[in-house]
Structure formats: structure tokens, C-alpha cells
């Protein structure tokens, strides 16, 4: 197992293991205990670290903000497996058990190492990440201060992961109204300028949308030049397997007007994307 | 893309009466039969019941009330959605609207699609590129990451303090080992950072949380080697481990007096000695053999007068169990503590020997090493009363110990002379 989390995190970040020995043995009790909340967390952090290198930040800093990501959801190795996954409403008792998490991380990492400073910097999203821009997220705190930057960015990599993901008992969103939705939460809920980074550098429509045309065809977004406008990427025709540059002056009258479920067409992005790329 | 300014649905509806909204077609059917497009990305509420998969909101009434009421509470299943997708739609949500009889007047029709049956499954999904152009000012991307490196020791150290602090008024969570484990670690940190006033803040708050990290010997020597105090320091530095026992305390100080953490160990119990005399007091009287070799060279300037009595039992104690190390220590306390008392009385067991060998039950040979120790402890304790207690004792004396009272005498002669 040791060798394939190695792996995983290598491809999100480039760190060696010693000097991070405490958080890989951190992030493997998280693999060994809930494969979904390992697998969301290798997701966050490649968001979160995505946006870091959108702005540049150095190379320790994106560690640091990887491993942030990566161990947000620590404190859930201390909800029930049966809590973590149920598809029916909390108990109140549930909730409250639920909503310990955040407080519950830096409490499971003093269980397997003790905390230095620099790891207690990189647990800081694990307490922070629910508490809002605002701090009127949870857990409350009633001695305000500003939420660190890499909590704000995971707190936006966490919620587009978790709106883009199917549930058992609810369909995930569709990248672009995820998007549009969070934006409701500008200054607010989320870092106004660490969203806006975010949601502009995906793009309206994300790499891999399937949209639908004005022109009733199904094509999806392969790519976004320095020249796209935020909703004019370079999309690829489903049937017709030719690139269009929605940003060329000759495809002005083209429009996307909607997104769609590949699954509904039976379409499968992954191979579209991959069969581009080659 | 539009981002929405408009969240005021009633204000559009007075003006424009709708009875159908079909949010996949972007298409609205008004009072009036006249059919136009929207642009869902104006009305966030309409856009969130997309995203929900209901693909058209049938509206039945005319009143206002009722037409806020609905649009204020799918507006706050929003924020919910947005605060935490994970888990809000476990919540019961009430997506239509019923007006005091009952009855339907506004209706949210779902997109017939089955629901995910298989228990959740995930893989890796593709997670896109982020490579569109970034449109922001680059004077707010500097302003991110200069916030990131001028977050300091004291910014991360006082935000782990809210934290704590926000522990301890949580409910649901108890005093437990790991929260022990992670104060003591934050502390420790703290004075690893020269942060003694933080270190102090937070063991003072939550002392009655560091019981396990006493136990913890890795963790309690961290704590002790990672700050050393100056002089005027010390009196803060020692509240932080104003919860440690003192029994944990004396057993550290004898197995780690040569490690790291060795000076501020010496610090520390001196320190301890001199603000907790009694407590240390009472507890070497009762302590192991050991223990008391080690804790009485501490407790030398303290012992009194009212010390006397508990001090004679413990040498009677040392003599009665042949400690002949422990016997030359109390009798140094017992000079220290009451001079005329303890000649008179040491000055007593010399002259009556079948006292002290009914106290031992044992041997002359044992008698007279005993006896050699009380001496050796009186040699170590030179006084005002020393030299005159060697002469009233000389002529009660004979043979090896005469001889060495002797040379006691000769000494201390010397050294007046001097």
C-alpha cells in the first residue's frame, strides 16, 4: 500500500517521503479507513495544488498546500463508517458527530506523531476548511481571525469535488453549474479572489464538459487557449470529430447553451479526451 | 457567463406574472400565454433546481407570500448546498409550496432519472486542467502569497490556541489522551519557537488536559528540553508544568539529570523547591530510598525547626533499616533544621548504645558502622556547635570511633585557626 499512495501523492505533488513520513502514515489510516474520503482527498488536493500553480506559488508552498488538502479530512477516521456513509437523514446526535471532524484532525494526528510546527500550518485546513470566509461555518469560533490561504483554497477545491461527485441517494452537479453555484457564495462563503482565480482558470466549462451547441450538437470541452474568453473554450464534436475554436472570429455564431450527463449518451470522456491527446 | 445579481425572485414575478418556468429549455410560459427565453445564469435560485434535477417549476398562485416564502427557503437549501454538498441532501427538503388549505401552488417536477442504486463507489475521476486564462489582478495574487509567507510562528500559534479554546467548549468531544497528546505537542512547540508567553497562555488554560502527556516520557522531555530559561524567565516557564506530579517530576529528574532536557530539569526542581517546599517536604519523607538520596541535597536550605521531629523518625528509620548511606543525609537535615536538638540528641545515641542496638536488633559490628555514619554526616555539616559536641562527646568514646572524633577535633582546630 505504502508503495501506491506513495505513487498517488507523487502525482500531485513532489516531495520526498522522510521528511513527510508523519503525513503519509496519516494519509494511509485515511485510505485504510474510507477508500471514498482517500480517494476525495487525492482530488482536493490535486484542485487545490492546480490553483497554487495557477499562482505561482513556490515549490515549498505547494507542498505545504498539498499536504493541507491531502489531510483535510483526517478527523474523519473518528466518525463511524455508518455515519460517513449513510444516505438517509443525520440523527441530531449523528450531526453533532459529524460536525466534530474539523475539531477532531489535529487530535488524530497528535495520536500518530507529534506536531511541529510546520505540520501544524498544514493541519490548519483540516480545522479550517468548513468555517467560511466569513467564519460563520463551523466549528464556531468565537475569537476571530483570518482563516489561513491554504484553508480558503481548500475549502474551495472540497465543495467543487463534492458538488461534481455521484452519491447513492443524489446525482452530482454538472462542473459548470457547480461553478455558477459556488459563485453565490463570493465573500461569503468562499476567498472572493481565490474563487474567482478558480473558477477562471477551469474555465465556465471545465476540460471534459460535455456540452450541447445552439446547433443542437453534443461536442465536449478539450482545452482553453490564452486567448479563450471564460465560456468559449476549444470544444470537439461528439459525432463529428472535428476541434472547434468557439474563440475564432468564424465560429462567433456558435454557442454552448448547455451542459449535459456524458452517461445519458453513453459517452465516455475519458477515451474522447485520451484519443485527442494522442 | 452572467454571474448573477439578482436574487430577488418575487420583485421579477410581480412585474411578470409566470405560471411555468422549464429550466432545462431556459424557456418561461407567462400569465399572458407569451412564451420567452431566460437566462438561467441571472436567477441562482433556478440554476440550484437545475443542479437538483427538476426540470420545470409549475407555479399555481398569485400570492406574493407565498411566492417569497418558497423562493427564501430553496434560496437557504442553496446556502446549505454551498456550505456543505457533501451531506445537504440528507436534510428533508421541502421543494414545493403549499398554501394554509393544502394545496399545491407551487411545484418543482423532477427530471425522471433512477437514483444511483449501487452502494457509493468512487474512482479517480478526471479532475480538469486549470488552464484557462486567469483574469486576476496580479497585485492580488502577490497580496496571497505574501499573506502565506508572513503567516509567522505567532500567527499559527495563536490560531491553534482558537482552536483549542473551541475544543474545550465542544461538547461532544471529552478530555481524552489524543487532545492531551495535541496540547502538550502545541506547547512544546510553542517553547521550540521561543514562544514562552503562548506556551504559558495555553498550559495555564488547559491544565487540566496535560495528565497524559505527563505519562508520555518522549513527550514530556520535548516539553522540558525545548526552552531554557533565563533567570527572570524561570517563574513563567515553570507554570507550564505547574500540573506535572511531582512524583513524575523527581523520577525524571533521576533518569534524565545527563540528557538535553538535564539543566532545565535542575532549574525546574529548584524552582519547585523553593515555591512548593512543604508538598516537596512531605513527599521525600515518604519517598523511596533513592528518592530521598536524590531529593534531600534540594531541600538542605529549607528545613526548619518545625521539620525536627519528622526528620529524627526518618534517620531513626535509616538506622533501623541500615540505610548508612541515608544516615549521614538526615543527620545533615537535622543540624540544618534544630543545631542544639540534633547534638543533643545524636549525643544521646552515642552514650546509650543499647538503645540503638534494641532500635536495630542487630550487632556491635553493625552499631559501630552506624554510628561512623552519624559522624560522617556531622563532618559534612560543620557548625558554631560542631566542635564543642565532638569535645563533650571525645571522653565518652573509645577505640576506631574515639579515634575518629579525634581527628574530627584536630580539623576543625586547623580550619579556626585559619
Same mark, same amino acid.
Given at each position: 500500500?505504502?508503495?501506491?499512495?506513495?505513487?498517488?501523492?507523487?502525482?500531485?505533488?513532489?516531495?520526498?517521503?522522510?521528511?513527510?513520513?508523519?503525513?503519509?502514515?496519516?494519509?494511509?489510516?485515511?485510505?485504510?479507513?474510507?477508500?471514498? %474520503?482517500?480517494?476525495?482527498?487525492?482530488?482536493?488536493?490535486?484542485?487545490?495544488?492546480?490553483?497554487?500553480?495557477?499562482?505561482?506559488?513556490?515549490?515549498?508552498?505547494?507542498?505545504?498546500?498539498?499536504? *493541507?488538502?491531502?489531510?483535510?479530512?483526517?478527523?474523519?477516521?473518528?466518525?463511524?463508517?455508518?455515519?460517513?456513509?449513510?444516505? %438517509?437523514?443525520?440523527?441530531?446526535?449523528?450531526?453533532?458527530?459529524?460536525?466534530?471532524?474539523?475539531?477532531?484532525?489535529? *487530535?488524530?494526528?497528535?495520536?500518530?506523531?507529534?506536531?511541529?510546527?510546520?505540520?501544524?500550518?498544514?493541519?490548519?485546513?483540516?480545522?479550517?476548511?468548513?468555517?467560511?470566509?466569513?467564519?460563520?461555518?463551523?466549528?464556531?469560533?468565537?475569537?476571530?481571525?483570518?482563516?489561513?490561504?491554504?484553508?480558503?483554497?481548500?475549502?474551495?477545491?472540497?465543495?467543487?469535488?463534492?458538488?461534481?461527485?455521484?452519491?447513492?441517494?443524489?446525482?452530482?452537479?454538472?462542473?459548470?453549474?457547480?461553478?455558477?453555484?459556488? *459563485?453565490?457564495?463570493?465573500?461569503?462563503?468562499?476567498?472572493?479572489?481565490?474563487?474567482?482565480?478558480?473558477?477562471?482558470?477551469?474555465?465556465?466549462?471545465?476540460?471534459?464538459?460535455?456540452?450541447?451547441?445552439?446547433?443542437?450538437?453534443?461536442?465536449?470541452?478539450?482545452?482553453?487557449?490564452?486567448?479563450?474568453?471564460?465560456?468559449?473554450?476549444?470544444?470537439?464534436?461528439?459525432?463529428?470529430?472535428?476541434?472547434?475554436?468557439?474563440?475564432? %472570429?468564424?465560429?462567433?455564431?456558435?454557442?454552448?447553451?448547455?451542459?449535459?450527463?456524458?452517461?445519458?449518451?453513453?459517452?465516455?470522456?475519458?477515451?474522447?479526451?485520451?484519443?485527442?491527446?494522442? | 457567463?452572467?454571474?448573477?445579481?439578482?436574487?430577488?425572485?418575487?420583485?421579477?414575478?410581480?412585474?411578470?406574472?409566470?405560471?411555468?418556468?422549464?429550466?432545462?429549455?431556459?424557456?418561461?410560459?407567462?400569465?399572458?400565454?407569451?412564451?420567452?427565453?431566460?437566462?438561467?445564469?441571472?436567477?441562482?435560485?433556478?440554476?440550484?433546481?437545475?443542479?437538483?434535477?427538476?426540470?420545470?417549476?409549475?407555479?399555481?398562485?398569485?400570492?406574493?407570500?407565498?411566492?417569497?416564502?418558497?423562493?427564501?427557503?430553496?434560496?437557504?437549501?442553496?446556502?446549505?448546498?454551498?456550505?456543505?454538498?457533501?451531506?445537504?441532501?440528507?436534510?428533508?427538503?421541502?421543494?414545493?409550496?403549499?398554501?394554509?388549505?393544502?394545496?399545491?401552488?407551487?411545484?418543482?417536477?423532477? !427530471?425522471?432519472?433512477?437514483?444511483?442504486?449501487?452502494?457509493?463507489?468512487?474512482?479517480?475521476?478526471?479532475?480538469?486542467?486549470?488552464?484557462?486564462?486567469?483574469?486576476?489582478?496580479?497585485?492580488?495574487?502577490?497580496?496571497?502569497?505574501?499573506?502565506?509567507?508572513?503567516?509567522?510562528?505567532?500567527?499559527?500559534?495563536?490560531?491553534?490556541?482558537?482552536?483549542?479554546?473551541?475544543?474545550?467548549?465542544?461538547?461532544?468531544?471529552?478530555?481524552?489522551?489524543?487532545? $492531551?497528546?495535541?496540547?502538550? @505537542?502545541?506547547?512544546?512547540?510553542?517553547?521550540?519557537?521561543?514562544?514562552?508567553?503562548?506556551?504559558?497562555?495555553?498550559?495555564?488554560?488547559?491544565?487540566?488536559?496535560?495528565?497524559?502527556?505527563?505519562?508520555?516520557?518522549?513527550?514530556?522531555?520535548?516539553?522540558?528540553?525545548?526552552? @531554557?530559561?533565563?533567570?527572570?524567565?524561570?517563574?513563567?516557564?515553570?507554570?507550564?508544568?505547574?500540573?506535572?506530579?511531582?512524583?513524575?517530576?523527581?523520577?525524571?529528574?533521576?533518569?534524565?539529570?545527563?540528557?538535553?532536557?538535564?539543566?532545565?530539569?535542575?532549574?525546574?526542581?529548584?524552582?519547585?523547591?523553593?515555591?512548593?517546599?512543604?508538598?516537596?517536604?512531605?513527599?521525600?519523607? !515518604?519517598?523511596?530510598?533513592?528518592?530521598?538520596?536524590?531529593?534531600?541535597?534540594?531541600? $538542605?536550605?529549607?528545613?526548619?525547626?518545625?521539620?525536627?521531629?519528622?526528620?529524627?523518625?526518618?534517620?531513626?528509620?535509616?538506622?533501623?533499616?541500615?540505610?548508612?548511606?541515608?544516615?549521614?543525609?538526615?543527620?545533615?537535615?537535622?543540624?540544618?533544621?534544630?543545631?542544639?536538638?540534633?547534638?543533643?540528641?545524636?549525643?544521646?545515641?552515642?552514650?546509650?548504645?543499647?538503645?540503638?542496638?534494641?532500635?536495630?536488633?542487630?550487632?556491635?559490628?553493625?552499631?559501630?558502622?552506624?554510628?561512623? $555514619?552519624?559522624?560522617?554526616?556531622?563532618?559534612?555539616?560543620?557548625?558554631?556547635?560542631?566542635?564543642?559536641?565532638?569535645?563533650?562527646?571525645?571522653?565518652?568514646?573509645?577505640?576506631?570511633?574515639?579515634?575518629?572524633?579525634?581527628?574530627?577535633?584536630?580539623?576543625?582546630?586547623?580550619? $579556626?585557626?585559619?
Amino acid at each position: 500500500m505504502k508503495a501506491r499512495l506513495i505513487n498517488d501523492v507523487s502525482g500531485i505533488i513532489n516531495c520526498e517521503y522522510s521528511p513527510f513520513e508523519a503525513e503519509f502514515e496519516a494519509l494511509a489510516e485515511i485510505k485504510e479507513y474510507d477508500e471514498y %474520503t482517500y480517494l476525495h482527498s487525492l482530488n482536493v488536493a490535486r484542485l487545490s495544488v492546480g490553483l497554487g500553480k495557477r499562482l505561482e506559488f513556490n515549490n515549498e508552498m505547494i507542498v505545504d498546500l498539498g499536504w *493541507a488538502a491531502l489531510l483535510h479530512d483526517l478527523g474523519k477516521l473518528k466518525v463511524p463508517i455508518d455515519i460517513l456513509n449513510k444516505a %438517509t437523514k443525520f440523527s441530531p446526535e449523528e450531526k453533532a458527530i459529524m460536525l466534530s471532524h474539523p475539531l477532531e484532525s489535529l *487530535a488524530v494526528f497528535s495520536e500518530l506523531q507529534s506536531v511541529s510546527l510546520d505540520r501544524l500550518r498544514r493541519l490548519s485546513a483540516a480545522f479550517e476548511h468548513h468555517q467560511r470566509f466569513d467564519l460563520k461555518g463551523y466549528p464556531i469560533v468565537h475569537k476571530k481571525h483570518s482563516i489561513h490561504p491554504y484553508s480558503r483554497i481548500v475549502a474551495i477545491a472540497d465543495t467543487f469535488d463534492a458538488m461534481t461527485t455521484d452519491r447513492i441517494y443524489q446525482r452530482r452537479t454538472l462542473p459548470d453549474v457547480a461553478l455558477k453555484i459556488m *459563485a453565490q457564495g463570493f465573500g461569503s462563503v468562499f476567498d472572493p479572489i481565490l474563487l474567482q482565480a478558480f473558477i477562471t482558470s477551469l474555465g465556465a466549462y471545465p476540460v471534459g464538459t460535455l456540452v450541447r451547441l445552439n446547433d443542437e450538437r453534443l461536442a465536449v470541452v478539450m482545452n482553453y487557449h490564452d486567448k479563450s474568453e471564460l465560456d468559449r473554450p476549444i470544444v470537439m464534436g461528439v459525432e463529428y470529430q472535428k476541434e472547434i475554436d468557439l474563440s475564432k %472570429t468564424e465560429n462567433k455564431e456558435i454557442k454552448i447553451v448547455s451542459s449535459e450527463f456524458p452517461e445519458d449518451y453513453d459517452i465516455n470522456i475519458d477515451e474522447v479526451l485520451e484519443s485527442n491527446a494522442r | 457567463m452572467a454571474l448573477s445579481l439578482k436574487n430577488r425572485f418575487l420583485d421579477f414575478w410581480q412585474d411578470n406574472p409566470a405560471i411555468s418556468l422549464k429550466l432545462s429549455e431556459e424557456t418561461v410560459i407567462f400569465k399572458n400565454g407569451k412564451t420567452e427565453s431566460f437566462c438561467i445564469d441571472e436567477w441562482p435560485i433556478f440554476l440550484f433546481l437545475k443542479g437538483e434535477q427538476f426540470s420545470e417549476i409549475i407555479f399555481r398562485t398569485d400570492q406574493a407570500r407565498l411566492i417569497d416564502e418558497w423562493s427564501q427557503r430553496i434560496d437557504h437549501y442553496q446556502q446549505l448546498y454551498i456550505e456543505d454538498p457533501e451531506y445537504a441532501g440528507l436534510e428533508e427538503r421541502e421543494w414545493n409550496e403549499y398554501d394554509d388549505g393544502g394545496n399545491l401552488v407551487i411545484e418543482c417536477k423532477s !427530471l425522471e432519472i433512477s437514483a444511483q442504486k449501487k452502494p457509493r463507489k468512487r474512482k479517480m475521476i478526471h479532475v480538469p486542467p486549470m488552464e484557462a486564462p486567469l483574469r486576476i489582478d496580479p497585485a492580488a495574487i502577490l497580496a496571497i502569497k505574501k499573506e502565506i509567507e508572513e503567516q509567522n510562528t505567532q500567527a499559527t500559534l495563536q490560531r491553534m490556541i482558537s482552536i483549542l479554546n473551541e475544543f474545550r467548549r465542544d461538547s461532544i468531544s471529552e478530555v481524552s489522551v489524543k487532545w $492531551s497528546l495535541l496540547v502538550g @505537542d502545541i506547547i512544546a512547540t510553542s517553547l521550540e519557537n521561543g514562544a514562552l508567553d503562548i506556551a504559558r497562555q495555553i498550559a495555564e488554560d488547559h491544565r487540566d488536559k496535560l495528565s497524559s502527556v505527563w505519562l508520555d516520557t518522549s513527550r514530556r522531555l520535548r516539553l522540558l528540553s525545548a526552552y @531554557d530559561p533565563k533567570a527572570n524567565e524561570i517563574a513563567d516557564w515553570a507554570r507550564v508544568f505547574e500540573s506535572c506530579p511531582l512524583d513524575t517530576l523527581v523520577h525524571t529528574l533521576e533518569k534524565n539529570l545527563s540528557s538535553s532536557a538535564g539543566p532545565q530539569l535542575i532549574k525546574l526542581m529548584s524552582f519547585r523547591t523553593k515555591t512548593h517546599t512543604e508538598e516537596l517536604i512531605q513527599y521525600t519523607l !515518604l519517598a523511596e530510598v533513592k528518592m530521598q538520596k536524590l531529593m534531600l541535597q534540594w531541600l $538542605s536550605p529549607y528545613w526548619q525547626p518545625k521539620h525536627y521531629t519528622l526528620l529524627f523518625k526518618a534517620l531513626l528509620t535509616s538506622l533501623k533499616n541500615e540505610e548508612l548511606e541515608m544516615i549521614p543525609l538526615w543527620v545533615s537535615a537535622l543540624i540544618r533544621s534544630s543545631p542544639g536538638e540534633a547534638f543533643s540528641n545524636i549525643e544521646t545515641i552515642f552514650q546509650t548504645k543499647s538503645f540503638l542496638n534494641r532500635l536495630v536488633g542487630r550487632s556491635s559490628q553493625f552499631t559501630g558502622r552506624s554510628l561512623k $555514619s552519624l559522624l560522617g554526616g556531622i563532618e559534612e555539616n560543620v557548625t558554631v556547635g560542631s566542635l564543642s559536641f565532638l569535645k563533650r562527646l571525645r571522653p565518652k568514646i573509645e577505640g576506631d570511633l574515639a579515634d575518629h572524633v579525634e581527628k574530627m577535633i584536630n580539623s576543625l582546630h586547623r580550619r $579556626s585557626e585559619k
